[in-house]
């Protein structure tokens, strides 16, 4: 096992009157595998990856759907991945994203897209 430091800060508020706070902590940190299996045992070391792997993913999916990724691009784009591989920075379609993301929006927001494209289209 082998000593680590955490440490998170917690932003100034202005609003609250809060300064920025930091913390930290020293824990044990094991080096191997099977220094971690020994320690917490694999269920323990399978439950927490799977847990990241889950956030890991939910965050791609959001911010897919934040560009105007549709289903097929979502599944497409991260249908492959692999747990603690990066993934590298995937091609979209900006026509083809902006027509999933007018497509899904409201038909207030819809009727801002097209007066946005209106009004491009006029300064040509």
């Known amino acids: 096992m082998k000593k680590e430091t955490i440490t998170a800060t917690v932003p100034a508020d202005k609003e609250k009157g809060t300064p920025e706070m930091t913390a ?11 220094e971690a299996k020994a320690a917490y045992g694999e269920e323990a070391i399978l ?17 897919g759907l934040r560009r105007g990724e549709d289903q097929t691009a979502i599944q497409a784009r991260l249908g492959s991945a692999k747990m603690g591989v990066a993934q590298k920075g995937a091609v979209v379609d900006p026509v083809q994203a902006y027509l999933a993301r007018f497509q899904s929006a ?9 007066a946005e494209l209106q009004a491009r289209a006029a300064k040509k």
């Open 24 to 34: 930290s902590l020293v824990v044990d940190f094991a080096t191997t595998l099977e």
């Open 106 to 114: 409201t038909p207030e927001v819809q009727r801002q897209m097209l």
């Open 47 to 63: 439950t927490n990856a799977f847990a990241n792997w889950r956030i890991t993913l939910q965050s791609n999916i959001r911010n």
